[in-house]
């Protein structure tokens, strides 16, 4: 009984806005993922622009793995799945793609972040977009909470997995 009493403060349109973040995250992870699979070695390049403090078979395995990692997270999370947990992992991957970012502007790196463009140096002519890059993943990041909070949406595998209304651990 407490539960239902709990469920009626729950404003009705909590699990459609879940659903909304849900859809924009994983659409957004999987697109980006995309973008980056038919050019794995431009996705290793870009990666590389980074100037991290790995080794180069690390990095080159980083390059080549993340678009898959993307697609496959993406996917997952835009079907429902495992929904809190694959909401919080997007969110754990915008948190490291802001640090990234901002690392990079921090060290006076001139780079594309590679998230939804080839990635990699930028040429004297062109300009960082490290500010937009920084608040598009902050609003990405945005929707991986409130879905990690609010797992709980219409249109999912995990309610149809729990056969309608579900609770999640």
């Given at each position: ?11 009705k ?14 659409g ?14 431009q ?40 929904t ?25 790196l ?13 040429l ?38 729990a ?5 999640e651990?």
């Open positions: 009984m407490p539960e239902q009493v709990a469920h009626r403060r729950t404003p349109a909590i699990p459609w806005i879940s659903l909304v973040a849900r859809l924009i995250i994983g957004a992870i999987a697109i980006a993922g995309f973008l980056k699979i038919g050019n794995l070695s996705s290793v390049t870009a990666v590389r622009a980074y100037d991290l403090p790995l080794p180069s078979w690390m990095t080159e395995v980083l390059g080549y793995l993340l678009p898959i990692g993307e697609i496959v997270l993406g996917l997952v999370i835009i079907a429902g799945l495992f809190r947990w694959t909401a919080l992992l997007g969110a754990i991957m915008m948190l490291v793609y802001i640090v990234l970012i901002a690392s990079a502007w921090a060290r006076g001139s780079i594309d972040c590679g998230c939804f463009t080839p990635g990699g140096l930028l004297d002519t062109e300009k960082t977009r490290y500010l937009q890059d920084i608040f598009r993943d902050l609003g990405l990041l945005v929707c991986g909470v409130f879905v990690f909070i609010f797992p709980k949406s219409p249109i999912s595998i995990d309610k149809w997995i056969g309608g209304d579900h609770e651990a």
